[in-house]
């Protein structure tokens, strides 16, 4: 609907650039909440240990195959302003939480489907948000209540948690190699700060190489570097490495302003290479005087001087990249060194071994055996690319749960049992309000249910029938009971080890709480036209909201 004109005496007056377009009210609402609605409804079908997987082709023809929410929703181009509100709510999941992206998504869709319901019944849309901010908060307290303590000692109920996290992913039929693989990592990156415990995943660095099956990928006690040894007659092996970690360049430095060197002989130009020589062996002597045996330069190594190391039985490797310099430095306790001339024995960091691997055709530097590592490595191993990159999102999404887990120290059943928890606290909860947010309450309570629903629809189980037993488990006060996608029967999930960090609850309530709360309050559309990309730096403009 086109609105950009004013009328005065008989004279239109344009208020807005032409081409612009604006829709207002009802419109702009049921807009915004069919484009979130299809959001949700594309990654539906993913949930759960049935779900299926999406192949995303891209404009290049390159393909992923996955059931990853926050990946399917990162690959779609999606360009209604609505629909990349969704993809927010999957992205702060997965950067909170690092798992149930699908989870937070398929809850926003359904609340915002349930508000269209109360909106067609002129529920003002403040009096819904009202209501969802409440049902949210009350949600938050009976999550916090049916959840139990976890900690990071509680091994078995850790795996449980990673092995949740993986099913449904290429990488269940190694979900419990993989996650005890998870756990271990976790548990050797835990840092403890005044009392509290701290997981940085970044300190999990995962390399991933084709060839091998799921079931060969490792966990690294210290860090993998897809680099190559620089020079041919340097040790492939080391055992015992001192290792020093240089952040400067092993080569002669040019000049900082241009500067002209005028040589007029060939003594002259004799004396100039043997000065240079002389002062790349000086800065090898600095190295080896430390005892040091292994070296990472983040930056460039002379030809000359990878001699003058070879020769002294040094292993070194060159342009690492400077994030994996302060993993090792994490790993090996050494300490990066800007100044050539300040490296000591006591900055050098310590493996049992650091050797030179070929896997899939491609040479790697492994550093294994550190001492007390605080970043670690997993290689994994698949039989395609394909595989491989989706067990990569598998091991990222069951060590974010599993850091989550450690770090909240809480953890509640998964398959659909704490939402349906909810729901049936929400439902009491609702009878305390007598105005309309009650309604909304109501809503909030129907649209957790989505999440049960989804997964016994997923498996093929009617979901109605689901619905009731699993309502009439949760009656008689067994609120750890989900839907078993395999038996389709209503058993407790604490028992069949179907667990989940409560922060993963607590989080995709909150996003899909607030997003569905933001998109209710538009009530106007202003759209500019789309202009060519090559007139404007940004590109298409998708509009305004109010």
């Not at 929703?73 to 149930?100: C, F, N, R, S, Y």
């Not at 067990?391 to 659909?416: F, P």
């Not at 498996?459 to 488990?473: F, N, Q, T």
Request: charged share 30%; net charge negative; hydrophobic share 40%.
């Amino acid at each position: 609907m086109v609105a950009q004109t004013g009328q005065m005496g008989g004279q239109p007056i344009l208020i807005l650039p032409e081409g612009t377009l604006r829709t207002l009210g009802r419109d702009a609402q049921h807009s915004n909440i069919t484009a979130a609605k299809a959001i949700a409804d594309a990654v539906r079908t993913t949930l759960g240990p049935k779900g299926m997987d999406k192949m995303l082709v891209d404009s290049l023809g390159d393909v992923v195959i996955t059931n990853d929410g926050v990946t399917i929703l990162d690959e779609m181009e999606i360009e209604h302003p609505a629909a990349k509100m969704m993809v927010e709510v999957a992205k702060t999941q997965e950067e909170e939480v690092g798992d149930g992206t699908t989870t937070a998504v398929v809850i926003a869709g359904e609340l915002l489907k349930k508000a269209e319901g109360l909106l067609d019944q002129n529920v003002h849309p403040t009096v819904i948000t009202r209501g969802f901010k409440l049902a949210k908060e009350e949600a938050l307290k009976i999550l916090e209540g049916i959840s139990r303590e976890v900690t990071e000692n509680d091994e078995e109920l850790l795996k449980k948690i990673a092995a949740t996290a993986m099913t449904g992913k290429a990488a269940e039929r190694a979900s419990e190699h993989l996650a005890e693989l998870a756990v271990r990592a976790v548990k050797t990156v835990i840092e403890r700060r005044d009392g509290r415990i701290e997981i940085d995943t970044d300190n999990i660095q995962i390399e991933k190489k084709q060839g091998g099956a799921i079931e060969d990928t490792e966990l690294i006690k210290g860090i993998v570097i897809d680099k190559e040894v620089v020079h041919g007659s340097m040790p492939k092996y080391v055992k015992n490495a001192k290792i020093a970690l240089i952040d400067s360049a092993l080569e002669i430095k040019e000049t900082e302003t241009d500067a002209k060197i005028n040589i007029t002989s060939p003594d002259q130009l004799q004396a100039f290479l043997e000065q240079e020589e002389k002062m790349l062996r000086e800065m090898v002597d600095t190295i080896v005087k430390t005892g040091c045996n292994v070296v990472f330069c983040q930056k460039g190594i002379d030809d000359i001087a990878q001699h003058y190391l070879a020769k002294n039985g040094i292993l070194a490797a060159r342009r690492v990249k400077k994030s994996d310099m302060q993993k090792l430095a994490k790993a090996t306790g050494g300490r990066i060194v800007t100044n050539l001339k300040d490296l000591t024995e006591k900055d050098l960091g310590y493996a049992e071994v650091v050797e030179e691997k070929k896997i899939a055709g491609e040479e790697m530097i492994f550093v294994r055996g550190c001492k007390d590592p605080k970043a670690v490595s997993i290689l994994i191993r698949g039989g395609t690319e394909h595989v491989v990159e989706e067990v990569e999102r598998a091991v990222k999404d069951a060590i974010g749960g599993v850091a989550s887990a450690i770090e909240v120290g809480r953890v509640v059943a998964g398959g659909g049992a704490p939402e349906e928890a909810v729901a049936r606290g929400l439902r009491d909860a609702a009878q305390r309000y007598s105005g309309r947010e009650q309604l909304a309450i109501l809503a909030f309570a129907d649209a957790l249910e989505m999440i049960p629903r989804t997964l016994a629809e997923n498996a093929g189980l009617d979901p109605i029938d689901i619905l009731v037993e699993l309502r009439a488990a949760h009656e008689q006060g067994k609120n750890t009971y989900g839907v078993d996608v395999f038996s389709g029967k209503i058993v407790d999930m604490w028992e069949a080890g179907v667990i989940e960090p409560l922060k993963i609850k607590t989080q995709a309530i909150k996003s899909a709480a607030e997003a569905a709360e933001m998109i209710l309050r538009i009530d106007d559309i202003i759209a500019a036209s789309k202009t060519e990309k090559s007139g404007s730096e940004s590109g298409p403009d998708t509009g305004d909201f109010e």
